[in-house]
């Protein structure tokens, strides 16, 4: 009777695919996207603690399994699709290093800025100026961006293994790996790039694991205090977005507003990207190229941002891991249910997500990296007005350490490139206001 239910509400017949295929693509797309849980916490405590000197590690990675497990339910629900989402890779390494640190921004006060942007994305969403917004910026930016940010989470990944020191000559080298932590980080990103390449289904959540547990062997890193353990709520985070935007001073809401945007931008052209990928795949797309039941897609991603920026976590958005439950033939919303479901159950395994030292994150970042580099095929290097604005973010955010700096520098040479090539008429009015805004905020921060 409950399978006739399931394929009732799924349309598992309609979708040419069995309550089985949808398990099993749901196990594969966890076990592909696990490595979020351990890595995304290490990289908002990071910055988390330079203000607030307490490990708030697990109670990070408690709001990553509850976004994570909204977010998929709700688009296995609303929109049917086998698409699962988490805190995304790239705008945590944003709010962490360029917000939080760089732009000193109180933690508290950054998470209601990633409230605001999951209320605005609703607001977006329902109204239907999404479209506009995505069609505002141009293509390569949106690559050059996505790159960026993977060559950006790639350096921090070397760095947090120290892999890459810094040197008062050449300002970073390669380190002579006489300690543990580069030999591990070097060692497991080699093992997970060889998985990876032999597509083997949950590489990088093998790869981070299995570096961990040699850390813990050879003494690199303490052993897990437990295996199993009841999750405790996350008094320090939850609800701190709400407070932090009580906090917001005068001098704070030119950036409060600049990162907000950003987080916007970024979370819009990251869903959106996704969406395309894995449908594509999947051969959800209209002969229009348009994705049906996308209003139910893109409200499963805002209200996930709400929730997970209320229990303290980044921006929550789709993740093109889902290709691999695709892959085997997952076809509705039931996948992500699945991936949903594992999200929650992985609550009671926290003492071993806790333990889980920096280094061995390496292999994830590195590897995602990868995964968001590759794209740059896509952008149109023989005409210098596109190749030359989207070098310059792809070359300034890992050498300035900052993801805005490199937005900045997007968005203001765009334009003026455009512009003394006789190429106005290629340029959104909307980037004019933002290179000016991006100006604006060199001469006033």
């Not at 509400?9 to 594969?28: D, I, P």
């Not at 998470?111 to 969403?125: C, D, K, P, Q, R």
């Not at 949950?202 to 040699?214: D, E, K, N, P, S």
């Amino acid at each position: 009777m409950w399978q006739l239910r399931l394929d009732t509400w799924f349309q598992l017949e309609r979708a040419k695919t069995t309550l089985s295929t949808e398990l099993l693509a749901g196990l594969t797309t966890f076990l592909t996207m696990a490595y979020i849980l351990p890595v995304n916490a290490q990289i908002l405590s990071s910055a988390i603690f330079l203000q607030q000197p307490q490990d708030l590690r697990g109670e990070l990675i408690i709001a990553t399994a509850v976004s994570a497990a909204v977010g998929s339910i709700l688009m296995g629900l609303w929109a049917n699709y086998p698409v699962a989402l988490a805190p995304g890779m790239g705008i945590n390494a944003f709010f962490a290093f360029a917000v939080v640190q760089q732009l000193q921004i109180p933690w508290p006060l950054a998470l209601s800025s990633v409230l605001l942007e999951g209320v605005i994305f609703i607001v977006l969403t329902l109204s239907g100026v999404r479209s506009l917004v995505v069609n505002m910026i141009p293509v390569s930016l949106k690559v050059a961006i996505a790159a960026g940010v993977g060559l950006f989470i790639a350096y921090i990944g070397l760095a947090n293994a120290e892999i890459i020191v810094p040197n008062a000559v050449t300002k970073t080298t390669l380190t002579q790996f006489h300690t543990w932590p580069p030999i591990l980080g070097a060692v497991g990103t080699l093992v997970t790039a060889m998985l990876c390449a032999r597509e083997v289904k949950g590489a990088i959540f093998f790869g981070v694991l299995g570096t961990a547990v040699v850390g813990w062997m050879v003494g690199a890193a303490p052993w897990p205090t437990g295996l199993v353990d009841w999750p405790r709520w996350p008094s320090h985070l939850f609800g701190q977005a709400v407070v932090g935007l009580g906090s917001l001073r005068p001098h704070q809401v030119s950036s409060f507003l600049l990162v907000t945007l950003v987080l916007l931008f970024t979370d819009l052209f990251d869903t959106v990207g996704t969406l395309s990928a894995v449908s594509v795949q999947a051969g959800f797309l209209t002969r229009q190229g348009h994705l049906p039941r996308s209003l139910g897609a893109f409200m499963a991603d805002a209200v996930a941002t709400v929730v997970g920026a209320l229990f303290g976590t980044s921006t929550v958005t789709t993740y093109i891991e889902s290709a691999a439950g695709i892959a085997i033939g997952g076809r509705t919303g039931l996948t992500a249910i699945v991936v949903g479901g594992l999200f929650v159950l992985s609550l009671l395994f926290l003492p071993i997500a806790t333990a889980i030292p920096a280094f061995a994150t390496t292999p994830a970042l590195v590897l995602v990296g990868v995964f968001m580099v590759r794209s740059i095929s896509a952008i149109p290097w023989q005409d210098l007005t596109e190749a030359i604005p989207a070098f310059l973010v792809m070359l300034v955010m890992p050498l300035s350490y900052s993801i805005s700096e490199g937005l900045a520098v997007g968005f203001i040479s765009y334009p003026l490139v455009k512009w003394a090539s006789g190429k106005t008429n290629e340029v959104h009015p909307a980037l004019w206001v933002l290179a000016v805004v991006f100006v604006g905020h060199y001469f006033w921060r």
